[in-house]
């Protein structure tokens, strides 16, 4: 069974560089992709960014293009994503998500296309 566990969110300085980390476990990876969205109080939930699983190609939000880099660690079974130059509008509880469909061949940022979510890590940015 494919459990998705993130980590690393809590209370940030406007400016901070906090990385939040997924952990994947219950099945080999390859062909998958993993995403990372956000959900603001009030607000619908938001693409961040994506990563093939195998080729590490990248897929990001304009709102965060520049900012935060995703990356994964196929041997430990890690997505990250690291966060930079937070502000106010980056506060969310920010989920980890994965697309099973092997034969989809692109990112994608449409949450309705992944099968699998984590419970969300809280990143609070404090000015």
């Known amino acids: 069974q494919v459990q998705l566990v993130e980590s690393g969110g809590g209370l940030v300085q406007a400016g901070g560089s906090p990385r939040l980390s997924c952990a994947a476990s219950g099945r080999t990876f390859s062909g998958w992709v993993m995403g990372w969205f956000r959900q603001a109080p009030g607000k619908e939930r938001e693409f961040v960014a994506a990563i093939g699983w195998s080729a590490g190609t990248t897929l990001y939000s304009d709102s965060v293009k520049g900012r935060f880099t995703i990356s994964r660690d196929t041997v430990k079974n890690q997505v990250y994503l690291q966060m930079s130059s937070l502000n106010a509008e980056d506060t969310a509880v920010y989920s980890c998500?994965?697309?099973?469909?092997?034969?989809?061949?692109?990112?994608?940022?449409?949450?309705?296309?992944?099968?699998?979510w984590g419970q969300g890590t809280q990143v609070t940015v404090s000015s």
């Open positions: 998500a994965a697309d099973r469909d092997i034969y989809r061949r692109s990112l994608n940022a449409d949450a309705s296309k992944y099968d699998y």
